[in-house]
């Protein structure tokens, strides 16, 4: 089990690249290598490996460009569904 600080908090996304720790938080969590959570989702381990290092992608900018103009903070935690 982790015991990093967000154990029981959200991880706030400011900005795209913040969505990356919090990624590789939660894949960790569920015990999956960057490889296998890639082959999941049908992306390249690369490209999971530069997003939960933070690197923005054009989409993700534009995702959250959005939510900061309609006034909407966005937090990431585990789902209970």
């Known amino acids: 089990m982790s015991t990093s600080k967000h154990d029981d ?4 996304v400011y900005t795209a690249a913040s969505i990356g720790p919090a990624m590789r938080h939660y894949r960790k969590e569920a ?3 960057q ?4 082959d999941k989702v049908g992306l390249t381990r690369e490209y999971l ?3 939960e290092q933070g690197h923005e992608s054009e989409q993700l900018r534009r ?5 900061r103009e309609l ?4 937090t990431l935690q585990k789902a209970d569904w």
Request: aromatic share 4%.
């Open 9 to 12: 908090q959200p991880f706030r």
């Open 31 to 33: 015990g999956l290598t």
């Open 35 to 38: 490889a296998e959570l890639a």
């Open 49 to 51: 490996s530069r997003l």
């Open 63 to 67: 995702v959250v460009a959005i939510l």
């Open 71 to 74: 006034g909407v903070r966005a």
